[in-house]
T-cell receptor, first 118, second 111 residues
Framework: DAMVIQNPRYQVTQFGKPVTLSCSQTLNHNVMYWYQQKSSQAPKLLFH???????NEADTPDNFQSRRPNTSFCFLDIRSPGLGDAAMYLC?????????????????FGAGTRLSVL | DAKTTQPPSMDCAEGRAANLPCNHS???????VYWYRQIHSQGPQYIIH???NNETNEMASLIITEDRKSSTLILPHATLRDTAVYYCIVRANFGNEKLTFGTGTRLTIIP
């Protein structure tokens, strides 16, 4: 059974038209991550939530926003997609234990949403 | 700066052991070695991790040199489904340490 679910698997949007990608998890993990992976490149972290605490990477463009309304769901909003934002977007979760210790520090990834910008 | 160095690609015959090397000469005492793999059009998948002792699980074995400056991931009996990009990552196991993916090794299993 899928534990980190991303919908849709494929998303097509128009240049400049806002788009939202969704991620849900059944693991009850307190940390959720969004990565961007462009063709033939490694995944690159955009930001993550530790519970409701949002942590943005320094080089993530303002065009990318995120929302986490509850433990299970996390959304990636791209306010004005450009052609350069076409990529695979990966959601991941991990479980951070008490005191900031991570027992195994394993991240569980969804299958990703492939975004095309026309 | 890249914390790990991996060969860009490797081939391995089906049924043989696949040995994937990783150099991490600047690893700190509190950093673990993690391995993930990414099969085409899927999200990365955790394989194994270790600090200084060799580790084995149902997927693979991890051999870490005594000085911890390099490691080898071993897939004992490679199958075609093991064809993927394999990422070696070093990270501390506390706080909010993130995964920083390098370029990885593209492993191709040959029938």
């Amino acid at each position: 059974d899928a534990m980190v679910i991303q919908n849709p698997r494929y998303q097509v949007t128009q240049f400049g038209k806002p788009v939202t990608l969704s991620c849900s998890q059944t693991l009850n993990h307190n940390v959720m991550y969004w990565y961007q992976q462009k063709s033939s490149q490694a995944p690159k972290l955009l930001f993550h939530y530790y519970d409701k605490d949002f942590n943005n990477e320094a080089d993530t463009p303002d065009n990318f926003q995120s929302r986490r309304p509850n433990t299970s769901f996390c959304f990636l909003d791209i306010r004005s997609p450009g052609l350069g934002d076409a990529a695979m977007y990966l959601c991941a979760t991990s479980d951070m234990g008490a005191g900031g210790q991570i027992a195994k520090n394993i991240q569980y990834f969804g299958a990703g949403t492939r975004l095309s910008v026309l | 700066d890249a914390k790990t160095t991996q060969p860009p690609s490797m081939d391995c015959a089906e049924g043989r052991a696949a040995n994937l090397p990783c150099n991490h000469s600047t690893i700190s005492g509190n950093e673990y070695v993690y391995w993930y793999r990414q099969i085409h059009s899927q999200g990365p998948q955790y394989i194994i991790h270790g600090l200084k002792n060799n580790e084995t699980n149902e997927m693979a074995s991890l051999i870490i040199t005594e000085d911890r400056k390099s490691s080898t991931l071993i897939l004992p009996h490679a199958t075609l489904r093991d064809t993927a990009v394999y990422y070696c990552i070093v990270r501390a196991n506390f706080g909010n340490e993130k995964l920083t993916f390098g370029t990885g090794t593209r492993l191709t299993i040959i029938p």
